[in-house]
């Protein structure tokens, strides 16, 4: 399993941006897909974005297409979502998870490796 340390959470304004990252540790990162989840009060964990061992493929959810951008660097061990039109809706808990399955699944139970979370909110 991968320790994954998410960062880059905070408050922003309606339409801002932001930008999450995720430091994985360990030597087979990049053989893992990586995705993000997020979590509102009250609500369950859903899907954001995926993208591929490789960075060759990603997926987003539908909320988030054309807002969200979902990066990795599998030299530096980092995935990242850079959000941008932030709305009051994307406001949540943001998580890092890792698939060593390589699959690119929008289901939380296929992730081995979960990060501690990092909060988002977008309030004027």
């Known amino acids: 399993q991968l320790q994954l340390v998410e960062s880059g959470g905070g408050l922003a304004q309606p339409g801002g941006s932001l930008r999450l990252s995720c430091a994985a540790s360990g030597r087979t990162f990049s053989s893992y897909a990586m995705a993000w989840f997020r979590q509102a009060p009250g609500k369950e964990r859903e899907f954001v974005a995926v993208i591929s061992w490789s960075g060759g493929s990603t997926y987003y959810t539908d909320s988030v297409k054309g807002r969200f951008t979902i990066s990795r660097d599998n030299a530096k061990n980092t995935v990242h979502l850079q959000m941008n039109s932030l709305k009051p809706e994307d406001t949540a808990v943001y998580y890092c998870?890792?698939?060593?399955?390589?699959?690119?699944?929008?289901?939380?139970?296929?992730?081995?490796?979960w990060g501690q979370g990092t909060q988002v909110t977008v309030s004027s």
């Open positions: 998870a890792a698939n060593r399955r390589q699959t690119m699944s929008v289901s939380k139970y296929q992730y081995d490796s």
